[in-house]
C-alpha cells in the first residue's frame, strides 16, 4: 500500500500550480536519494515567499527550481540574485535563503524538484561547488529534459513506488553532472582541444590499468601541467574524473545480474574488489552490494551518463 501526497492543482488568471508529492511504504530503508516532489507552476502574487530558516520539516532536504518565463529572486547569504529564463537556484534545507515573486514581477514561471537524502546532501554540496547556488541550463540539457520526463511521468501516474523514485532522484542529480561536464566539452575553443581529448579518452578506455601518465600523453602535455588544467578547466582532478565514470559505469552494470561484483569491479578497471568497494562507500555513502539491493531488486533502472 502506498501513500501519495498532496497533488495540488488549481487555475486562474493569475497563478497554475500543479505539485506531485510522494511518500511509499514500498521504499528502501533510509534511502541516499529519494524524490519529494516534482511540480510546475506560474506564481503571479507576492505571497509566493519562501524562508529557508523557516522549514524545519524540510531539514537534510534541498530543492532545485529553474525558471521557465518571468523572472522571480532568491537572496542568498544576503546577497540578492535575479532569476530570469533558463536560470536555476540549487539550494539546501535549511540555509540562509529566501526566494519570492518580487512586486516589479508580473509573473514567475518554473518547473520544480524537491530531493532529499545523505546522498542528495553529498551530491548538493559537490554540485554548488562547481556550479554556485545559481545555474544557467540550456532548455535541451539533459538535466532539463530529464526534470520534464520525470514531471510528465508524475503526471501520467506513471511512478509506482519508492524505489523508482530513488532511482528518479539519483539519476537526475547525475544528469546535472553531465549537463556541466557536456558544456565544457562542447566548449572546444574555451577549453582547449587537448582536454577534450583526454576526457574522451577517459570515457572510451575506462575499464583499462590507466595512470595520469597515459592520460596525459593524449593532451600532449606533461602529466604536472595537464593535471594543472584539467583542474582549472573541469574543476576536478584528472583521477576523480575517471573514477566518476568507473563508479556510474559500475552501477550500470549492477542492473545485469549475469555478473558479481568482484567482475563488476574488473570490467570498470579497478585494481580489486576491495578498492572497488573502499571508493564506492566513500563516494555514495554505501557499499556495492546493499546499493544494487536496494536500487535494482525491485527496479529495471538505466543510468545514464
Known sequence: MLKEGNILHSENNSTYSETFGYHFLKAPQNPLYQ??????????STDYYWDGIKRPDDEGHCIFQYTLSGFGCIEIDNKLHKLERNQAFLIEIPSEHKYYVPMESEKWEFIFIHLYGKGILNEVRNL???????????PDSESIKYLWDIYWNAQNKNILDGFQTSAIAYQFVMELYRSKTVSMEISK????ESISNSVEYMKNNYFLQLNLDNIAEVSCMSKFHYNRTFVKIMESSPWNYLTKIRIEKAIELMQNDKYD??????????????????????ILGTSPGRYKKEHFSYLNYQVKI
Not at 35 to 43: D, E, S
Not at 189 to 192: D, F, I, L, S, T
Open 128 to 138: 554548488q561547488r562547481i556550479y554556485g547556488n545559481i545555474i544557467n541550463l540550456n
Open 35 to 44: 524524490l519529494k516532489t516534482i511540480g510546475w507552476q506560474k506564481q503571479t
Open 261 to 282: 561484483l568482484g567482475e563488476i569491479s574488473k570490467m570498470v578497471g579497478f585494481s580489486s574488489a576491495n578498492y572497488f568497494n573502499k571508493v564506492f562507500r566513500k
Open 189 to 192: 575553443e574555451k577549453y582547449g
